[in-house]
Antibody, heavy 119, light 108 residues
Framework: QLQLQESGPGLVKPSETLSLTCTVS??????????WGWIRQPPGKELEWIGS???????YSNPSLKSRVTISVDTSKNQFSLKLSSVTAADTAVYYC???????????WGQGTLVTVSS | SYVLTQPPSVSVAPGKTARITCGGN??????VHWYQQKPGQAPVLVVY???DRPSGIPERFSGSNSGNTATLTISRVEAGDEADYYC???????????FGGGTKLTVL
C-alpha cells in the first residue's frame, strides 16, 4: 500500500527558506508512470498546487510561485523535496505531498504538515 | 488561467441526494476529479475522470460532466459524508492542475 509522509520544520522565520521532504513507501518515485507533487492549504482556505517532479528530475511549478520554488527528487532515498524561498506569513499552510497519476489526478496523499511562518 | 467555480456550501438531509457542481469554461472537454476532505485530514480521491470511482469508494458517489459544469452526486447521504469537496482539472493551456474553491457539504 502506497504511503507518503511529509517531514520538515513546523516553524520558519520570514524571509527564510521552507524545506520539506516527502518519503514514499510501498511504491517507487522512480516509476515512469507517475509524477510527484506538492499542494498546500492555508488555514480555512482552498487547495493550491505548488509544483510537481518526475523521476528524471524534470519539474514544473505554479506560475504564481515559480520564482521561489525548487522541487527535486532523490531516487536513492525514495524521496522528493520542496524548497520555498523568501517566505512570508502568507505561506503559512498545511503542505501535502501527493502522487500524480495518469489523467493528472492526485490519487494518493500524505497526511500533511503544518508550516507556520513567524518570527 | 482556468477557473473552477463551486458553491461554498450545500446542505442535505440524511438519506437524500446531494449534488455539488463545478463550473468552468467547457469543463465537458476536460477530465474532472473530485476529492473529499474531512476536518483535519488530507483530501481523498472519490471520483476521477468525471465518473470513475477508486477502489473502496462507495457506489453512492458518482460524477458527471457536460458542457460547462461537472457534478458530483452523493446518493443516500450519511452523516459521515459531511466534508469539504474539491473538484480539479488539468489546465492544458497553462500545463498545470487547477482546484475549485471547495464546497462544504452539511448533513442536516
Amino acid at each position: 500500500q502506497l504511503q507518503l509522509q511529509e517531514s520538515g520544520p513546523g516553524l520558519v522565520k520570514p524571509s527564510e527558506t521552507l524545506s520539506l521532504t516527502c518519503t514514499v513507501s510501498g511504491g517507487s518515485v522512480s516509476s515512469s508512470s507517475y509524477y510527484w507533487g506538492w499542494i498546500r492549504q492555508p488555514p480555512g482556505k482552498e487547495l493550491e498546487w505548488i509544483g510537481s517532479v518526475y523521476y528524471s528530475g524534470g519539474t514544473y511549478s505554479n506560475p504564481s510561485l515559480k520564482s521561489r520554488v525548487t522541487i527535486s527528487v532523490d531516487t536513492s532515498k525514495n524521496q522528493f523535496s520542496l524548497k520555498l524561498s523568501s517566505v512570508t506569513a502568507a505561506d503559512t499552510a498545511v503542505y501535502y505531498c501527493a502522487r500524480l497519476s495518469s489523467g493528472w489526478v492526485f490519487d494518493n496523499w500524505g497526511q500533511g504538515t503544518l508550516v507556520t511562518v513567524s518570527s | 488561467s482556468y477557473v473552477l467555480t463551486q458553491p461554498p456550501s450545500v446542505s442535505v438531509a440524511p438519506g437524500k441526494t446531494a449534488r455539488i457542481t463545478c463550473g468552468g469554461n467547457n469543463t465537458g472537454s476536460e477530465s474532472v476529479h473530485w476529492y473529499q476532505q474531512k476536518p483535519g485530514q488530507a483530501p481523498v480521491l472519490v471520483v476521477y475522470d468525471d465518473s470513475d470511482r477508486p477502489s473502496g469508494i462507495p457506489e453512492r458517489f458518482s460524477g458527471s460532466n457536460s458542457g460547462n459544469t461537472a457534478t458530483l452526486t452523493i446518493s443516500r447521504v450519511e452523516a459521515g459524508d459531511e466534508a469539504d469537496y474539491y473538484c480539479q482539472v488539468w489546465d492544458s493551456s497553462s500545463d498545470h492542475p487547477v482546484f475549485g474553491g471547495g464546497t462544504k457539504l452539511t448533513v442536516l
